[in-house]
């Protein structure tokens, strides 16, 4: 890495679409990135996939719900980068599977919230954690992965399952997304969320039509965007249309 190499975080990177960011970003020229998951074992067999693959990616370990391990990371990163450039927040799950998740009406209250903790409050808990190192160099992309099926204009017509607890939580996720942009609009650290589009992940399932690289394609457009930039914006994934278009929230 350079002085100038460009420092990108990514949460829960060890596979899915995590890993795939983690490869495509590592293979822009200038960036360097730092992959992180909350399975120490599980990231490190991650980083040396990427060696494999010509990635030289950092790690360290970063469960973003748990805020001892979001202040471990946040003085290790200051240490040895003294910066951070782009903040990739990936980290997601997806209690769908279970029958009660089917509906608001059976869902527990306490997956909901454990889902919201993982999905919504932890970007929340990451940007306050980083958002100061961002400031100090005026520069900084954040990326939150979301999905369609958190559109509230989509939703009454959509035929997606009902999934509460994912739908919900990635609504707090847009949500974050939308006032984390309003407030630093006066500055160069640009705020936008997308949506991968449903791919073959654990979370996805093997019939999933996508591949995770193909839904990694949109995290490094809004990753590398110049000044003047989208910001608060909704993207679908941009193999849908050859170019980035705007969701409704
Ligand atoms: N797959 C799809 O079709 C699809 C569609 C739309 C949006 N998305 C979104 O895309 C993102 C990635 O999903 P994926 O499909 O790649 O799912 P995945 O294969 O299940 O991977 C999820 C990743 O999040 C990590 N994670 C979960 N909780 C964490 C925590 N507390 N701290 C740190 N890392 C944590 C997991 O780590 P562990 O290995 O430790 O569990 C794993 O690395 C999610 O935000 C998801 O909602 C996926």
Redesign the pocket.
Known sequence: MTKQSRVAVI??????????IAKKLGQTQGIQVIV????EV?GRVAQEKLAQEGVSADYHS?????EE?VQAFTAWLKQMYGKVDILI??????PTRQIEESSVLTVKLETMLSTF???AL?VARISQALIGLMKEQNYGRIVN?????ASLTATPNDNYPLAPS?RLS?LG?NGVTVILAKELQETNILVNAY???????????EN?P?T?EE?AETAVYLATLPEGGAQGKFFAEMRKSGGAIELNW
């Open positions: 949460t829960g990177s060890n596979r899915g679409l995590g890993y795939a992180t998951s909350r399975g599980e970063l469960d973003v719900t748990n391990s927040n990936n980290a997601g799950v997806n903790a993982t999905n932890a992965i979301s999905t369609e099926m994912y990635k996720l949506s991968p589009g449903w791919m073959q992940t654990d979370m996805g399932g999933a996508f995770p839904g």
